[in-house]
């Protein structure tokens, strides 16, 4: 069989439709948005809701034993055993596509592609309005088990602190579990006080939030143990949910300051406070904002450069983002105000990513009238360290 193209390989699929083939293999029932059943290879009960078919993309997926999926002509070839050659003649083979059909086919996919666009964006929206309702119903930090976290790390946080609050519970999901109904549904394993962190968009709404599970042992608060119930791995204490590309966690928020300071993490960012202010330094005029991680700190970089010393398994280079920012990519929106920028930079963070990181950053962000300044904590440590350490 010749190559197929792009436009036979649609044309299939669309004469194909994957809830009808599916529905040639197995039973299935409606369930909202999808069609369940047993999976037609490793079997189960109709209830279990382990084969699902998606009608909205034209997929499907076995989270059973043969924890796999894709489309309909994966579908055939999982099913029958068979090859992808012989997968397409099962569905009807190669047509001759004219001008006609090839705008059908044209048409069919951006159809698709807005469709997808749409629930992508709709799913975002749900989510960040989820993220928020939790964010208003959060107290101020201040008085709270995450600010006896914050002070346990040696840090003082600023009289107004808008950009972090504290939840006495929030629950913690991690992997999937089938309810009674067959449905797929995120899975609880915990469930404890957070702090939060607000991300603000660059139109200045609400984005997402930084999260972080907390526990006390007497008068002690650190970070959660959260185990994995399957594996025994020990999860992170924090997430990060919702959009924080271009976003910010604002730990000291002026509406025009003349100096910005930024960091990846918030507790880098409050290390960096703390020590000018028990300096005696003159802060009126200073903002403190925390990215998140070194990714949205810097942008977006234009290409990727070979490492200069870490290898894949294959021997060849691991592939890092460039020193470069991508000119369609702006970043933090830095306000027009700052006339001096103090980029930080963790110790403890892989130093060539981190070093193009940097540079990156200070590329994109520089303008005329403006200092850019890195500030890199010692190698090996991170500004926390370096403070708790004076």
Request: proline share 6%; aromatic share 6%; net charge neutral.
């Amino acid at each position: 069989m010749n190559r197929l193209t792009a436009d036979e390989l649609e044309d299939i699929k669309q004469r194909n439709p994957i809830s009808d083939v599916a529905a040639g293999y197995t039973k299935l029932r409606r369930s909202g948005g999808k069609l369940l059943g047993p999976c037609p290879v490793c079997g189960g009960r109709v209830s279990s809701g382990r084969f699902e078919v998606f009608e909205k993309d034209q997929s499907w997926a076995c989270y059973a034993f043969c924890s796999t999926g894709g489309d309909v002509i994966s579908l055939v070839q999982h099913v029958e055993s068979c090859d992808f050659r012989v997968a397409i003649e099962r569905l009807g083979g190669r047509v001759e596509i004219d001008a006609a059909r090839q705008r059908e086919i044209f048409e069919e996919r951006e159809r698709k592609r807005l469709a997808q666009e749409k629930n992508s964006a709709d799913y975002r929206e749900a989510e960040r309005k989820r993220l928020f309702r939790a964010w208003k119903g959060a107290v101020p930090i201040h008085g709270t088990v995450a600010a006896a976290y914050l002070e346990g790390r040696g840090l003082v946080l600023p009289d107004r602190c808008p950009g972090l609050r504290f939840l006495p519970s929030r629950a913690y999901f991690h992997g999937d579990e089938i309810d009674e109904r067959g449905k797929k549904m995120p899975r609880e394993i915990h469930k404890g006080p957070a702090m939060l962190g607000a991300f603000i968009r660059p139109d200045g709404k609400f984005g997402g939030l930084h999260m972080t599970w907390l526990t006390s042992l007497g008068d002690v608060v650190t970070k959660a143990e959260i185990v994995d119930p399957d594996s025994g791995e020990i999860l992170p204490a924090k997430k990060m949910r919702g959009s924080k590309t271009g976003a910010y966690i604002a730990i000291v928020l002026l509406e025009e300051p003349r100096r910005l300071v930024i960091g990846e993490g918030i507790e880098t960012v409050l290390s960096v406070y703390t020590a000018m202010h028990q300096a005696g330094r003159d802060l009126d005029d200073m903002a403190f904002w925390a990215a998140g991680d070194l990714g949205n700190l810097a942008g977006r970089a234009n290409k990727t450069i070979a490492h200069p010393t870490l290898k894949r398994p294959n021997g060849q280079p691991q592939r890092v983002p460039d020193r470069f920012p991508d000119p369609d990519d702006p970043g933090l929106k830095i306000p027009d105000s700052v006339e001096e920028l103090v980029l930080l930079g963790d110790g403890d963070s892989e130093p060539f990513l981190t070093e193009c990181a940097m540079e990156r950053a200070a590329r994109r962000y520089g303008r005329e009238g403006r200092s850019i300044r890195i500030a890199f904590a010692p190698a090996g440590l991170d500004f926390n360290d370096v403070l708790r350490a004076a």
